[in-house]
């Protein structure tokens, strides 16, 4: 198939096919730094970056309602080479700017091609290579072969955000949007706005919305559990007063969060109550309500952290909520109305502006085709390799994050990881590597990617049948545990049995 292209691998182009040691699929928070990883350590390597949008960014660049933030803190949400100087949450500007400048100040922009949605990816054994196909803003198609591929485009479909199939949704004759496709230039000053959700983005943009509309109304199917704070971190603002010099205290900070996070984590687990109790204060102290009520809006069926916890600033939805700009409406949907949403207790809820919240349309590899060797692959058909590499599936590695942890964590993690097999790769002259299950594998049970139990929000549950299949062993799932995954992964025998290399 790839007879007629370069063989060499150095960039080069035959025709109109261009070849790269690397391709990296999206110039969002993962292209982005696997870009720098590979840079500082693989500098040989030719690559480019392949993004559809025509800038970078990736959910930064997608989302546009008010008040969009980051609900992960950026001392570990940044990358852990460049140091945030800011507050722990920061605004989608002000991520892009962070971003703009790793871009700027590590000369990665002229490897980006933007513009580039990618059609098609297929691997040829006799060529030891992939052939990516991507069509132009003209439209034209554009040819790429490459060594290595490197899955960065994310998790969720950014065009088609999920939206229920509500019965009279065409009877509602005002504005109806979905949060991910909010217009910025939309005015909803002095209006009555109906959010539908109570996720990460409602806790966003119930606020954002509170400051300038008439009246808010939260339709949410079941509660979230919130997590309220200010934005600040003491010990960051502290080393700074004794001046100490900003990569310290970024990797101090880092390091401070994360054991705060793992400590939480497994309380959630041991003592959910205890820690539910403690949400609790907090909801009361920034609310300055001792008797804040909490059934039945604000009181989940889950325990703590089977689904994200919320992150909430200065606890700003309750006290949006106790100064009358926000009612809470704990619910499920009849239908729609012209004026607005029939409940299914009867109560109607006019609104001359309905913003759905209701997460994302889950989107594996992009939902861009794969073959190998001219068969199509099946993702629910393969195991995954600690949720990087899959079984029959050479020469790629795809960035799925965490949920419970700052997502970009596990971006520097297998910047590191693909880095080493690289370097592993051409010590060895190997230009081909699979993952595979060992003789001692043989027999082991197959599973969905996650237990329902260990982490379930709706677009993962709704997609499982999407995702590659785990076993029941730690090198074959992907565990959302970065606490040992930190520790396990960098220490990879890349010589071991399930590394199979020609």
Sequence with gaps: MLDTLERNDSAGATGNTEHFDVLIAGAGISGVGSAYHLQQQCSGKSYVVLDMKDTFGGTWETHKYPGVRSDSDLYTFGYRFKPWIGAPIASADEILKY???????????PNIRYGHRITGCSWSSADNRWMVEAVDKTGG?????????????????????????????????????????????????????????????????????????AHVTMLQRSPTYFFCSENKN?????LREIGIDEPTVHRVVRAQIMHDQDMMTKRCQTEPEV???????????????????FEPHFTPKY?????RLAFCPEGDVFRAAVEGKVTVVTDTIDRFTEKGVRTSSGEEIEADIIVAATGFRLSVMGDIPFSVD?????????????????????NMAWVM????ASWTLRVDMMGDFVCNLLNHMDKAGAKRV????????????????IEADNFNPGYLMRGLDQLPRRGDKPEWRHNQDYWAEKDQIPVTDLTGAEFKYS
């Design 401 to 404: 994050g965490y949920f419970r």
């Design 99 to 109: 971003m703009g400048e790793v871009i700027e100040e590590n000369g990665i922009g």
């Design 275 to 293: 820690v539910f109790e403690e949400l609790k204060e907090l909801v009361r102290a920034f609310t300055g309500k001792p008797d804040f009520e």
């Design 434 to 449: 699979d993952v595979q299950l060992r003789p001692e594998d043989e027999g082991m049970p197959l599973s969905p990617w």
């Design 303 to 307: 325990r703590v952290w089977q689904q």
């Design 141 to 213: 198609t554009k040819r790429f072969t490459c060594n290595f591929l490197w899955m960065c485009q994310g998790y969720y479909d950014h065009e088609k955000p999920y939206i229920p199939d509500w019965e009279g949704l065409s009877d509602y004759r005002v504005l109806f949007v979905h949060a991910q496709l909010w217009d910025p230039k939309t005015d909803y000053a002095g209006k009555r706005i109906l959010v539908i959700g109570s996720g990460a983005t409602a806790a966003t943009v119930v606020p954002a919305f509170a400051e300038k509309a």
């Design 234 to 238: 003491e010990l960051a603002d502290r």
């Design 374 to 394: 001219g068969k199509p692959v099946n993702w629910n058909d393969i195991v995954t390799y600690r949720g990087m590499m899959f079984t029959g599936v050479p």
